[in-house]
């Protein structure tokens, strides 16, 4: 009974040191999440520093001082799990995304975003996959087998665009941040759904019907996806405009609001579907529909909450990352070749430059071609930025990569460890070298001053973004619907090189008289006690 009632106080004692170091880690890492945010606004007006890298370099710093403290053990607070990152930590950031873009552009610039953040994503895959086929077997790293090659081409072909966001502004150059943003997102989830369909196929015997078999359901997650993000914001508006929840309480709307957004992620997620594109369209809806159908207090709530979710989700990955890449385990493996983990992260970073650069100028030419007037056109500069700013890899490519050669943020093997460590080495190298050039290349390839007509933007300024219908602002919805006779194209070549304000002309209709009465937005909002349409009147009545 002595020993049992022993052995019990030992394991409680235990459990207590590990939530003690638990709570330790955290303090700490709360602690550099507040470092990076005042860092980072000290940093500010810097030509070359941004918020990201600053998170990156506070994390690697912290990492070093960690690993000296600890005699060379460790150097990490928190383990890199791809769960964290994909089940927490992602969903914000997409989410606000979608919910705080500019609609109008995002819906113009449509077809070249697919082109580049799908065609694109994919022919960037194939060229790094048959390039590290090539190379790495000469290489001799390891065994690597063919779902290997693919996962390597979708793990680097998978971008990072945060640092280039963050210095192009939206206002001033809307067709470039529309481009890179809507690529961005694009990309990730190709990446994502490219990912998992290399896991569940027997890429060892590959034949056309396998083949097929894979366009399909590569297809078949990218619609899927789509729609039920689309559907989840129109039950979210529906229900609340219904139900009109903010009469009695606006703690519980907004609840509400977040909830459904994470529900759909999770729907995602659960169906085997991509969690990315559902949440980005059910952002893109609720900004549209929803967000019009709650309370004038719950409207600022929303807007703040997301975008400052959002923000502290960044800081962390990024953090996150530069404290994971000092991990004294993964390097150990390396450590008596670190030659070859230097020339294996060389030829990526070379088959990445090059796999940019295969896609985005010949689908810039043939975007061009079905644009009409000059200021439609991506100029030769404005290419350049896109090529730019697919170069840096982030958490997307270290979340894959741990999955595909890790198992549960752990490595036994050479070959898996050389993976990892090139992989870490590749990210810290794009975000930090290229994303420190950003600022500098931007300013040079667009010098401030008059903008061209296609710098302008049409919508409101950025922190109003969400206020503006999908596809422009209600005053321009009304003239444009009315006292223009919409010409129908004749042919595929008329339809693609029509302007695109008549597909929105059609839309608008459809939106005001089927979708709004429905689900609510702009003027649809049901009289109550304090609501929007009792102060403002009803301008759809």
């Not at 520093?49 to 607070?77: H, P």
């Not at 929303?302 to 994971?324: N, P, Q, R």
């Not at 070298?433 to 950003?438: A, H």
């Amino acid at each position: 009974m002595a020993f049992d009632l022993s052995s019990v106080v030992s394991k409680l004692q235990m459990v207590s040191t590990s939530d003690h170091a638990s709570v330790v880690s955290m303090n700490l890492f709360v602690a550099l999440l507040c470092a990076c945010i005042v860092i980072g606004h000290l940093l500010e007006e810097n030509r070359w520093m941004n918020e990201s890298i600053t998170a990156l370099l506070i994390g690697l710093c912290t990492g070093v001082i960690i690993l000296l403290f600890s005699g060379g053990t460790s150097s990490r607070l928190l383990v890199f799990s791809e769960d964290l990152f994909f089940i927490y930590l992602l969903p914000p950031i997409i989410f606000n995304a979608g919910f705080q873009v500019k609609k109008k552009q995002f819906f113009v610039n449509f077809m070249t975003i697919m082109l580049f953040g799908a065609i694109g994503t994919l022919i960037s895959c194939t060229i790094i996959t048959l390039g590290v086929s090539q190379v790495l077997k000469r290489m001799n790293i390891g065994p690597l087998e063919i779902g290997d090659y693919l996962a390597i081409g979708v793990i680097f072909a998978a971008t990072d665009s945060v640092c280039t966001l963050q210095v192009l502004n939206q206002d001033e150059t809307p067709l470039l941040y529309s481009l890179v943003f809507g690529e961005g997102v694009v990309n990730d989830a190709t990446s994502v759904v490219l990912f998992n369909a290399i896991q569940s196929f027997d890429l060892e015997q590959i034949d056309l019907s396998i083949a097929l078999q894979f366009i399909g359901n590569f297809l078949y997650l990218f619609i899927t996806s789509t729609l039920l993000g689309v559907l989840s914001g129109l039950l979210s508006a529906y229900i609340i405009k219904k139900l009109y929840i903010g009469r009695h309480s606006t703690d519980r709307e907004v609840a509400l609001m977040m909830l459904m957004a994470y529900l759909s992620y999770m729907l995602a997620e659960l169906c085997y579907l991509s969690g990315i594109l559902t949440v980005f369209f059910c952002g893109i809806v609720m900004s549209h529909y929803t967000w019009h159908n709650v309370t004038e207090s719950s409207r600022i709530t929303t807007k703040h909450a997301f975008a400052t979710l959002s923000f502290v989700a960044e800081i962390f990955i990024f953090l996150y990352v530069g404290m994971d890449a000092m991990d004294i385990e993964k390097w150990r493996f390396v450590s008596d070749s670190p030659g070859t983990s230097v020339a294996v992260s060389s030829v990526l970073l070379g088959l990445l430059l090059v796999g940019r650069a295969a896609f985005v100028f010949p689908l810039s030419f043939l975007s061009n071609l079905f644009k009409k007037t000059q200021s439609e056109k991506l100029s030769f500069r404005q290419q350049v930025i896109i090529w730019w700013a697919g170069l840096m890899r982030g958490a997307v490519s270290i979340a894959l990569a741990y999955n595909q050669f890790t198992m549960l943020g752990h490595t036994q093997l050479r070959t898996n460890a050389i993976m990892i460590t090139s992989t870490i080495t590749v990210v810290l190298v794009s975000t930090v070298v290229f994303g420190l050039m950003t600022k500098p290349l931007i300013s040079l390839l667009l010098p401030r001053g008059p903008r061209t007509n296609s710098m302008i933007s049409t919508d409101p300024p950025t922190p109003k973004s969400v206020t503006v219908p999908l596809l422009g602002s209600a005053q321009e919805s009304e003239a444009d619907i009315g006292g223009h006779e919409i010409h129908r194209p004749g042919s595929l070549r008329a339809l693609l090189s029509t302007p695109t304000h008549t597909v929105h002309r059609l839309w608008r209709k459809f939106d005001n008289a089927f979708m709004r009465p429905v689900f609510g937005g702009r003027g649809f909002v049901p009289v109550a006690p304090g609501s929007p349409s009792e102060r403002n009147g009803h301008q759809w009545r």
